[in-house]
C-alpha cells in the first residue's frame, strides 16, 4: 500500500511539473515578437480539463494603460460564425430546417434562390457575393447608425453571383448574413436573442453579447491598428452590420466554455456535431475548419474586425482547446495556436496553413 501511494505521489507530481513546464515554454513564446512585436491580448489554454495557461499581456486600453487580462472582452470577428451555425445545427435537430432547405423558401425572388440551400450557406458554396466586396458597403462610415437585416440584405442580393452553387468554396460573410435571417425567420425572434437563448444563457456565457458599441464595462478593450506612427484606435462599428458573421463579443474562458459545451453534448448532440465538423470544401465544415495537425484532428476558426483579432483552435480527441484574442489587428494568431499545441504535445512545429 506504502508503494501504491508513493507511485501514485510520484505520478501527480510528475504530471504537475509537465504541466508546469508547458505552462513556461507558452510563457517564453508569447514574449517573443511576432513581426516585430509582442503579443497583446489574452490567451486561455486547457488541456484536458486543466488550465495550462490563463493570462494577459499587453494593454486593453492603451491610453489609460489598462492592463489585459483573463477577463478583457474582445470583439471576435468571423469567429462568431461557428454560433451561428450551431444555432443552425440546433433548429436541425428539432425539426425546424432541413439542410436541403432552398433560399427561396425563406426569400422568395431572392437571385439563384431556387438552386441556393442552407448547406450551401453554411460551407460558403453558395456563390453569393462577399458584402464586404459591394462598393456601397465599402463606402460606410464607421458611424453609420443600425442598419435592418433587410436593407444589409439588399447591398448584396442583386450582386453578380460566382460560380455554380455547390461547386466552389468561396469564403463570403454574405452566406452568414443570410443564415442570421433565416434564424430569424424560423422563431420570429432577433438573431441575438436566439443566441442568448441557445448557447449564452445555457452555457453560463455571461460576459458575451453583440453590441460591443454601447458596452459599458471596464473590462471592455479598446482596437487598434498600426500604421507608420504607431498604434492607432479604431472606430467602432454598429453590430448590425455583421449580424451572424461577424458581430459576438466575449472573453477567453466564455469561449472554452462554448467549446466544452459543444463537445460534451450540452448544445447538440453528438451526431450533430460531428456533422458540422465534418469538412467539405477547402476544409470547411458547418461553420468549423476540420484537417489533421499533428496527426490529431484539428477544428478552429479565426476572426478579425478592424482592431481586433481572435482564433480559437481546439483537438476534441485530446481535449485541448487554445483561444487567442487580441485587440490589435496584427500578427498571425493561427500560427501562434499551432505552435502552442506543438509545445502541449511535446512535438515539432507545423503549419495547419490556414
Known sequence: MKNFCFTLGWIMISLWTQAQSTASKIEDYLHVNQKGHPFNGTVLVVYKGNILLNNGYGYRNMRSKKPADTSTIYRIGSLSKPFTATVIMKLLEEGRLSLEDKLSTYFPGYPKGDSITIENLLTHSSGIK????????????????????????????????????????????????LLAAIVEKITGKKFEQVVRE????????????????????????????????????????????????????????????????????RLINSQTREIAFT????????????????????????????????????????????????????????????????????????????
Open 130 to 177: 462577399d458584402y464586404l466586396e459591394v462598393r456601397s458597403v465599402q463606402q460606410l462610415p464607421d458611424s453609420a447608425p443600425p442598419i435592418s437585416m433587410e436593407t444589409l440584405i439588399s447591398y448584396f442580393e442583386d450582386e453578380p453571383s460566382g460560380e455554380k452553387p455547390g461547386k466552389k468554396f468561396a469564403y463570403s460573410n454574405s452566406n452568414y448574413i
Open 198 to 265: 441557445m448557447i449564452f444563457t445555457p452555457l453560463q456565457m455571461d460576459h458575451s453579447g453583440f453590441d460591443f458599441l454601447h458596452l459599458a464595462d471596464s473590462n471592455k478593450s479598446a482596437g487598434y491598428i498600426r500604421d507608420k506612427q504607431g498604434l492607432v484606435a479604431v472606430n467602432d462599428f454598429d453590430s448590425t452590420y455583421a449580424p451572424g458573421c461577424g458581430s459576438v463579443y466575449t472573453t477567453a474562458m466564455d469561449l472554452y466554455k462554448f467549446y466544452h459545451g459543444l463537445c460534451t453534448n
Open 279 to 354: 469538412p467539405h470544401q477547402w476544409l470547411y465544415g458547418y461553420g468549423w475548419f476540420t484537417y489533421s495537425l499533428y496527426s490529431r484532428k484539428c477544428i478552429s476558426h479565426a476572426g478579425g474586425v478592424p482592431g481586433f483579432i481572435s482564433d480559437l483552435e481546439f483537438y476534441p480527441d485530446d481535449d485541448l482547446c487554445i483561444v487567442l484574442l487580441s485587440n490589435i489587428s496584427e500578427g498571425d494568431l493561427v500560427g501562434r495556436a499551432d505552435k502552442i499545441a506543438s509545445l502541449v504535445f511535446h512535438m515539432p512545429y507545423q503549419s495547419s496553413g490556414l
